[in-house]
């Protein structure tokens, strides 16, 4: 599976956008994107998956470059409880995800 | 939907004895369900494959014979930690596929796991 590189931090005002970035220069054909988010001491949320095309649901946003080398997680109006570590992982569908270090994403008031 | 269960939600038990989790998918069939364990201050790291029916698949440097996974129906799979040790102390977390509805990944609200 391909590798992801995520910022190891990122902070964001309440109500503002939160835009996470994610490297994945190694992503072949059939891999999708996926992003989950972990509050402490939970298990991982499910936030979106693409696999080139931009996708959009009721959390967030996801905008996949037109190489599919990089893509960005968009928090339209981040809160204070959107606090929590995003991880970014490649991977074909419906095989095991490795999980990456993530961003933690502290947002502000 | 695509809601998963775990049982118990933290456990403490004494050194050289075995602990069981279970894992549930409580509103779809998972016929894929996959353990992790997470350290302190860590990223998740996954443990063993487990499929419906069959024998789970193991993760290099995992012990198989001391992390007993068993899924034997298409909602619940389970995995017992076999003569605890305190390095065994972690918080275990699993995800089931819901194969019918996309095959996502769905995870649970994981197990803190403390060995005395």
């Known amino acids: 599976d391909a590798k992801t590189t995520q910022p190891p931090s990122m902070d964001c005002a309440e109500g503002r956008a939160a835009n996470l970035p994610c490297n994945h220069s190694t992503i072949s054909g059939n891999e999708y994107v996926y992003w989950y988010r972990q509050i402490h001491s939970q298990g991982p949320q499910y936030i979106i998956h693409?696999?080139?095309n931009n996708e959009t649901n009721e959390m967030a946003s996801l905008i996949i470059t037109e190489d599919r080398k990089s893509s960005t997680l968009i928090l339209p109006h981040a809160t204070l409880r959107d606090t929590a570590v995003y991880y970014c992982?490649?991977?074909?569908?419906?095989?095991?995800?490795?999980f990456g270090a993530g961003t933690i994403l502290r947002v502000k008031s | 939907g695509a809601v998963v269960s775990q049982h118990p939600s933290w456990v403490i038990c004494k050194s050289g004895t075995s602990v069981k989790i279970e894992c549930r998918s409580l509103d779809f069939q998972a016929t894929t369900m996959f353990w992790y364990r997470q350290f302190p201050k860590q990223s998740l790291m996954l443990m063993a494959t487990s499929n419906e029916g069959s024998k789970a698949t193991y993760e290099q440097g995992v012990e198989k014979d001391k992390f007993l996974i068993n899924h034997a129906s298409l909602t619940l799979s389970t995995l017992t930690v076999t003569s605890a040790h305190p390095e065994d102390s972690s918080f275990y977390i699993c995800?089931?596929?819901?194969?019918?509805?996309?095959?996502?990944?769905?995870f649970g609200p994981g197990t803190r796991l403390t060995v005395t």
């Open positions: 693409g696999l080139k």
């Open positions: 995800s089931a596929l819901t194969g019918d509805r996309g095959y996502e990944q769905y």
């Open positions: 992982i490649v991977g074909r569908r419906g095989n095991k995800l490795v």
